[in-house]
């Protein structure tokens, strides 16, 4: 067993992916459209393509309505950190799809976004979870090992992506 955030954590709840008989509801809150989705993305036999469609829409760029297909992994690293913080909290969305148009704009404005963002090819999310401490989800986030973690404690969010494993 490892320590994370005081919480002793079996080392089987840290998989590249979760079983699918472990795979909790995911609950969002969009921050920006005031819209609310709880979703299981996947069973025992696989994903389930109604859910990832029903998340792809939700995730959709909220300025110019324009969606992608999202990254299943990215959901598999959001039930994950739930499982490792014993979480039951929503997740609260602040930024998931960016259409190129939008994360131009965006950059235009801020030295914090990156020009070839994973937030454009639907690989990104940046949340806060309800029932933990941000500094909390970034330590689960990081210790699942699963893509990049960043930190935004002044904008009071984590980002989470499927990209290679790295923090800032």
Same mark, same amino acid.
């Given at each position: 067993? =490892? @320590?994370l955030? =005081?919480l002793?954590?079996?080392a089987?709840?840290?998989?590249l992916?979760?079983r699918?008989?472990?795979t ?8 920006? /459209?005031g819209?609310?989705l =709880?979703?299981?993305?996947?069973s025992? /036999?696989?994903?389930?393509t109604? @859910?990832?469609d ?6 959709a760029?909220?300025? /110019?309505?324009?969606?992608i ?5 990215l959901?598999d ?6 499982t +490792? /913080?014993?979480?039951t909290?929503t ?6 799809y960016?259409?190129?148009?939008t994360?131009?704009q965006?950059?235009a404005h ?7 963002s994973?937030?454009m090819?639907?690989? @990104?999310?940046? +949340?806060?979870?309800s029932?933990?401490?941000?500094t909390?989800?970034?330590?689960? @986030?990081?210790?699942?090992?699963l893509?990049? +973690? ?8 984590v980002?989470?992506?499927? =990209?290679?494993?790295?923090?800032w």
């Open positions: 067993m =490892g @320590a955030c =005081g002793f954590v079996p089987a709840l840290l998989p992916r979760l699918a008989e472990e909790p509801e995911l609950r969002f809150f969009h921050t920006h /459209t819209e609310r =709880g979703v299981v993305h996947r025992a /036999t696989g994903y389930i109604d @859910a990832l029903e998340l792809s829409r939700f995730l760029d909220f300025r /110019t309505g324009e969606r297909a999202m990254d299943p992994g959901f690293i959001l039930a994950a950190i739930l +490792v /913080t014993g979480s909290g997740y609260e969305v602040i930024s998931a960016r259409s190129p148009a994360n131009e965006l950059r801020s030295s914090g976004v990156a020009e070839h994973l937030h090819l639907g690989k @990104a999310i940046d +949340v806060r979870l029932d933990v401490a941000l909390d989800l970034r330590d689960a @986030a990081w210790s699942l090992q893509g990049g +973690v960043g930190y935004y404690p002044v904008s009071n969010f980002h989470v992506d499927t =990209g290679r494993v790295r923090r």
